[in-house]
């Protein structure tokens, strides 16, 4: 499987790329007996980047996590728990977001400016800290370097989340195989601009934590900031990409010519990572991809698409399966964005509804099946230039509303 850029590896985790373990225990923050410890070593330093949620409230792991990548951007280690996002929690939360990363650091044997943290989980209540030092001191005799590693990492970083979600890819630079892999949680409180979500992204190829950032911020705004569930933005919201260089290369510079292979294959990770938070969406039973094209601009087809798939409305329609295009115009016509509008072409999957913004005859049988499916393509064209993008998100159902109603009970 996989294109000329990169080849996907099935049965790949955050383990497969040289250099790194990973592990996962319960702790006891969560009331099931789910995993919610979890962490990922590298045995160098990694060259490493990140990139965080818009909120202007922040949770005390992503300053702690700011302040290690500010030191020298590299890291050893990241520890995450799920069950507590340790947000708005003062004083005590930074304290406790502190000590996460310095027990870490000494359980592990490694510099404390090297530990990445992340937290997940309701906000506003204290960490049991009993619970997480204990685990800590545990973790090491959890790490692996094979699949069951990464599992048991995977697991313990999900809270309302109903799957795992992983990618795996290699690719060829310089001739050698390189590995790049990522994990992610994430089914509610999601919207572009981050999400409730953490990512975390191993790969061994050689590459400065300068480039790694800026292909990271690139590779986030296709990607992890093109879906939405809800229209929530979360306190906790962080990806976390880190770079052992043990694939042996020659370090990746934007001239280098295997560098467009690496970007693609890491763009690829994280749209695999993207389209499975949004598949997971809490109470979700339908994937929706929408693709925008002819717009004044990408960035005017990243608007419209986002307008669109956030839209309750559009969701509600594609739970209910009702091919109702005019809540799919409306939203196009809201996006703050150029269109005209008497050219613009909907089609669901690839029956055409509205053909340069007039009806177009179709038959309702076969658009109610095609709705009924488990992916649900919506492809507008708003035939003015040559701006595109794709967005992800899932339908609103009343599982929603259920899930959320009850999320600290």
Avoid at 64 to 69: A, H, I, N
Avoid at 77 to 102: F, K, L, P
Avoid at 257 to 267: E, H, N, T
Avoid at 285 to 298: H, P, Q, W
Wanted: with cysteine.
């Amino acid at each position: 499987m996989g294109n000329k850029r990169f080849t996907i590896i099935e049965g790949g985790g955050v383990t497969t790329p040289k250099g790194f373990k990973a592990g996962g225990l319960h702790c006891g923050l969560k009331k099931t007996d789910r995993h919610d410890l979890g962490v990922i070593v590298c045995e160098v330093p990694a060259a490493a980047a990140a990139v965080y949620t818009t909120n202007l409230f922040q949770a005390a792991p992503l300053l702690v996590t700011r302040e290690s990548l500010g030191k020298g951007g590299t890291l050893r280690a990241v520890i995450v728990n799920s069950g507590n996002a340790n947000a708005c929690t003062g004083e005590q939360g930074d304290a406790d977001a502190r000590t996460m990363q310095s027990n870490t650091a000494e359980a592990l044997g490694v510099s404390k400016d090297q530990v990445a943290v992340a937290s997940t989980g309701v906000i506003g209540e204290l960490l049991k800290m009993d619970r997480v030092t204990s685990g800590i001191d545990k973790l090491p005799g959890r790490l692996r370097e094979d699949i069951q590693g990464s599992d048991d990492f995977c697991q313990a970083i999900l809270t309302t989340d109903l799957v795992k979600k992983v990618s795996c890819v290699s690719v060829q630079v310089d001739g050698r195989q390189v590995t790049i892999a990522g994990a992610a949680k994430g089914s509610g409180m999601i919207h572009p601009n981050m999400a409730t979500m953490l990512g975390f992204v191993t790969t061994d190829v050689s590459i400065g934590s300068d480039l790694l950032q800026q292909l990271l911020r690139e590779v986030t705004n296709v990607s992890f900031n093109m879906i939405t569930v809800d229209g929530d933005t979360s306190t906790n919201d962080m990806l976390v990409a880190m770079a052992s260089g043990l694939a042996g290369n020659e370090e990746l510079t934007r001239d280098h010519p295997d560098f467009a292979a690496f970007a693609d294959g890491l763009r690829h990770v994280c749209a695999e990572l993207a389209k499975a938070i949004a598949r997971d969406g809490e109470g979700a039973t339908k994937l929706i991809e929408t693709t925008v094209i002819g717009a004044a601009s990408d960035e005017a087809a990243q608007a419209i698409a986002k307008t669109i798939i956030g839209s309750s409305l559009v969701k509600s329609a594609v739970y209910g399966a009702d091919a109702n295009w005019g809540r799919i115009i409306a939203a196009v016509g809201r996006a703050g964005q150029p269109v005209n509008v008497g050219t613009v072409d909907i089609r669901l999957g690839d029956i055409l509804v509205l053909e340069q913004s007039r009806p177009i005859p179709f038959d309702e049988e076969i658009a109610l099946e095609y709705l009924k499916g488990d992916t649900v393509g919506i492809n507008v064209n708003l035939n003015m230039g040559s701006g595109k993008a794709t967005a992800w998100g899932c339908d609103l159902t009343y599982d929603y509303v259920r899930i959320n109603a009850a999320y600290r009970t």
